[in-house]
């Protein structure tokens, strides 16, 4: 209308973006939705419980349910019971297999740390490893690793997100001609799981550090599946084992352009001939207009790592000065895009 007063309603709720977060962090924390699930409890029964206040739960809740994470309503009794969402069920309980308890976990307690040095880290153009958390960083997956418990939640954020985004990554191109395959990096080994299980006459080997490799093998990846194996060593100093494709998912975006070229140009010398190479990223559009969270994630390889998100063509020249041709680009529509490129 006419002469109204202008209202910064984007920048409010930029300003607020935190706090969504941190309520979202805290109930899964103080496991509202775990003792939610299958039933309806009042905030006071709930507050007892877990162990909580029933002021500071029943606003807690309240908010869960503006943000669409619970619902509410009153019984018989006049009481205001809270259960949760469809898609609360699916996604933040501990039991579900498609969880991302884990990330948010890992984003409450380490991700959301290193952020409160972004201006540091912009500043300085380094990550922030040694502010957050007192230890050095010039050995990147050191500090990633810097304790046993710490390397768990990463491997268990990295099994969460393949979980639910692996399938669409594994299956944007038909890979089923490669049969011999090599996850570098291959973490938790659940990127390695949907491989197998889109395209069964396939085996793949999971290259990590030796440490990952036996978390994976006690934790994650079961003995009896004889189509995943593991094999110890850092993809920078050691041989790699020759396959027919390799595949770095949420890899090179830790890294420079000059150490980027290094590893693919060490894996197309591996490369068994007519072989290629799966990259997995979230992928910048080419006019840096986004999308919001490349970009935030761009942000995010700032504050704790040595590299950044890239646009399509970058991977492409990254691809070309080692050598790989006939480049193809596969833009899922969600967070995670494909390229495959061929020896």
């Known amino acids: 209308m006419a002469g109204e007063e202008p ?31 299958g039933s309806q409890w009042s905030a006071s029964d709930l507050a007892l419980s877990l162990g909580c206040s029933e002021d500071g739960m029943e606003r807690l809740l309240n908010t869960c349910v503006s943000l669409e994470l619970l619902t509410a309503r009153t019984d018989p009794h006049g009481a205001v019971v809270y259960s949760n969402t469809e898609m609360s069920s699916m996604f933040l309980l501990k039991s579900s297999p498609r969880s991302l308890c884990q990330s948010i976990e890992y984003s409450s307690r380490t991700i959301y740390l290193c952020w409160h040095y972004l201006s540091d880290a912009v500043r300085e153009g380094r990550n922030q490893y040694e502010k957050a958390f007192g230890v050095d960083s010039r050995d990147l997956f050191e500090a990633m690793y810097r304790s046993d418990e710490e390397m768990v939640k990463f491997m268990h954020l990295m099994n969460s997100v393949w979980n ?19 996850d570098l ?12 299980s889109a395209f069964p006459q396939s085996t793949v080997t999971i290259f990590d550090l030796p440490k990952v490799v036996r978390t994976s093998q006690q934790h994650f990846v079961c003995n009896q599946d004889e189509r995943i194996c593991f094999c110890e060593g850092d993809f920078f100093k050691d041989e790699l084992p020759q396959a027919d494709l390799y595949i770095l998912a949420r890899i090179l975006h830790d890294w420079t352009d000059q150490r980027s070229v290094e590893l693919l140009t060490k894996i197309y010398q591996s490369c068994r001939p007519g072989g290629a190479v799966l990259l ?14 490349a970009q935030l994630y761009s942000l995010n390889m700032l504050v704790q790592t040595e590299g950044r998100e890239r646009k399509a063509s970058d991977y492409s020249r990254l691809l070309s000065a080692a050598g790989f041709t006939h480049i193809q680009i596969h833009n899922t529509g969600k967070i995670y895009d494909a390229i495959l490129a061929h020896k």
Do not use: H, W
Request: net charge negative; glycine share 10%; hydrophobic share 40%.
């Open 164 to 182: 639910i985004c692996g399938r669409d990554v594994i299956t944007a191109f038909d890979l089923s001609p490669f049969r011999c395959i090599c």
């Open 280 to 293: 997995v990223e979230a992928l910048l559009y080419e006019d840096n207009t986004g999308p919001l969270t």
């Open 185 to 196: 990096g291959g973490c938790s080994g659940a990127l390695a799981k949907q491989c197998v």
């Open 7 to 37: 209202y910064p309603r984007k920048i409010l709720q930029y300003m607020e973006g935190f706090l969504v977060s941190k309520a979202l962090f805290s109930a899964c924390e103080l496991g509202v939705f775990e003792r939610l699930q």
